[in-house]
């Protein structure tokens, strides 16, 4: 384990070298949602915490770089880093091939199946004829709204800027259900404010709409250089068992991804 340990921080310290000394000095901005519990929200006192947060925070140490959080609506995110507004994604967003066609990602470093939501008692069968008429509310931007509006071409898709306001949406009736990340709903359905409602049906896990997992989202003209240091912090993040840590402080069960 040791061994392992410092092969990885060796890594990351070959990757960092590899940038230019002006790019290793400016601070970096990686773009959240700040939206997003348990991987991303603001807390009473208006701070930015949850599991990637953390994450991101832990690699930047590893990187020995200076990194400023800026919380933008996950919509706005891809724009803003090809605007140059940030210059990473740390936004649970999933690794697809129509999204590569527009950014680079780092390795994954997370996953999790999507599920649908409704309220507790709702028919467990979700396939496109059982929900024919139904009200799905997603995430606009998502895999979730890319596969309902794919899969599901008899129901009514609405499309919400955040996933909490689909929450409330959903115990108001006013949508007859919703498509989430699993590990993301979770604590909400665990929560006072997610009482009545429940998983309905199985995981869906569409390699074609939900990618290979989770990773950091790059400009493609930085895949080599701060793609490559990430990806030996996340390396090294794992390695030293700080991941497992940081994870089990939110999840009760492994979110990182499966080796194939």
């Given at each position: 384990?040791?061994?392992?340990?410092?092969?990885?921080?060796?890594?990351?310290?070959?990757?960092?070298?590899?940038?230019?000394?002006?790019?290793?000095?400016?601070?970096?901005?990686?773009?959240?949602?700040?939206?997003?519990?348990?991987?991303?929200?603001?807390?009473?006192?208006?701070?930015?915490?949850?599991?990637?947060?953390?994450?991101?925070?832990?690699?930047?140490?590893?990187?020995?770089?200076?990194?400023?959080?800026?919380?933008?609506?996950?919509?706005?995110?891809?724009?803003?880093?090809?605007?140059?507004?940030?210059?990473?994604?740390?936004?649970?967003?999933?690794?697809?091939?129509?999204?590569?066609?527009?950014?680079?990602?780092?390795?994954?470093?997370?996953?999790?199946?999507?599920?649908?939501?409704?309220?507790?008692?709702?028919?467990?069968?979700?396939?496109?004829?059982?929900?024919?008429?139904?009200?799905?509310?997603?995430?606009?931007?998502?895999?979730?709204?890319?596969?309902?509006?794919?899969?599901?071409?008899?129901?009514?898709?609405?499309?919400?800027?955040?996933?909490?306001?689909?929450?409330?949406?959903?115990?108001?009736?006013?949508?007859?259900?919703?498509?989430?990340?699993?590990?993301?709903?979770?604590?909400?359905?665990?929560?006072?404010?997610?009482?009545?409602?429940?998983?309905?049906?199985?995981?869906?896990?569409?390699?074609?709409?939900?990618?290979?997992?989770?990773?950091?989202?790059?400009?493609?003209?930085?895949?080599?250089?701060?793609?490559?240091?990430?990806?030996?912090?996340?390396?090294?993040?794992?390695?030293?068992?700080?991941?497992?840590?940081?994870?089990?402080?939110?999840?009760?069960?492994?979110?990182?991804?499966?080796?194939k």
């Amino acid at each position: 384990m040791i061994r392992r340990s410092l092969a990885a921080l060796a890594a990351v310290a070959l990757a960092v070298a590899v940038l230019p000394a002006a790019a290793q000095s400016k601070k970096l901005r990686i773009g959240v949602e700040g939206a997003y519990p348990p991987f991303s929200e603001v807390d009473a006192k208006g701070e930015l915490k949850g599991f990637e947060i953390d994450l991101a925070r832990a690699w930047c140490v590893q990187m020995k770089r200076e990194c400023e959080l800026v919380k933008t609506d996950f919509d706005g995110l891809i724009p803003a880093l090809q605007a140059r507004k940030i210059d990473a994604i740390v936004a649970s967003m999933s690794i697809t091939d129509e999204r590569k066609k527009a950014i680079a990602f780092s390795k994954a470093y997370l996953a999790s199946p999507a599920i649908f939501v409704a309220k507790s008692g709702t028919k467990g069968d979700v396939s496109p004829a059982a929900l024919k008429g139904k009200k799905i509310g997603v995430q606009s931007a998502t895999t979730f709204e890319t596969y309902i509006a794919a899969a599901y071409k008899d129901s009514t898709v609405v499309r919400y800027q955040t996933q909490d306001q689909i929450y409330l949406e959903l115990k108001a009736g006013r949508v007859d259900y919703t498509l989430v990340d699993k590990y993301a709903v979770d604590s909400f359905l665990k929560s006072d404010a997610g009482k009545g409602m429940a998983f309905i049906g199985p995981d869906i896990d569409d390699e074609k709409y939900f990618g290979i997992g989770i990773g950091v989202g790059l400009r493609k003209a930085d895949e080599k250089t701060l793609g490559a240091a990430l990806n030996a912090a996340i390396d090294a993040v794992n390695a030293s068992g700080e991941y497992k840590k940081l994870s089990s402080k939110y999840f009760a069960y492994d979110v990182a991804p499966k080796k194939k």
